[in-house]
């Protein structure tokens, strides 16, 4: 069974930082692109940033320059490193893996197939 596990999430106040993670188990990911997104209160959920399974990363245009996405293999856990945080960037955060194995990471949600939980973030002004 394919679980995703979130965590790191919490209360930080405007200008800081957290490190989300995404702890996946089931099976190995290596080959697959993980996706962030988020979804704050009455909003959809979108996309804030993606590790190709390449090793490359892509990020929402709203949030460039202030977010680092790398993966441990052996761990099978991605991070989202995330500074300067505003209060709009108050949101449940995800974690998902991509639906197809050795393609990029997409910034539409349908193209994920499997989803974390979420972890809260809040930030305070």
């Known amino acids: 069974q394919v679980q995703l596990v979130e965590s790191g999430g919490g209360l930080v106040q405007a200008g800081g930082s957290l490190r989300l993670s995404c702890a996946a188990s089931?099976?190995?990911?290596?080959?697959?692109?993980m996706g962030w997104f988020r979804q704050a209160p009455g909003k959809a959920r979108e996309f804030v940033g993606g590790?190709?399974?390449?090793?490359?990363?892509t990020f929402a245009d709203s949030m460039k320059g202030r977010l680092t996405i790398s993966r441990d293999n052996p761990k099978n856990t991605v991070y989202l490193q995330m500074n300067s945080l505003k209060p709009e960037g108050t949101a449940v955060y995800y974690c998902?893996?991509?639906?197809?194995?050795?393609?990029?990471?997409?910034?539409?949600?349908?193209?994920?197939?499997?989803w974390g939980q979420g972890t809260q973030v809040t930030v305070s002004s």
């Open positions: 998902a893996v991509l639906n197809l194995a050795y393609a990029p990471a997409r910034r539409d949600e349908v193209a994920y197939e499997y």
């Open positions: 089931g099976r190995a990911f290596s080959e697959y692109s």
């Open positions: 590790f190709n399974w390449r090793g490359s990363s």
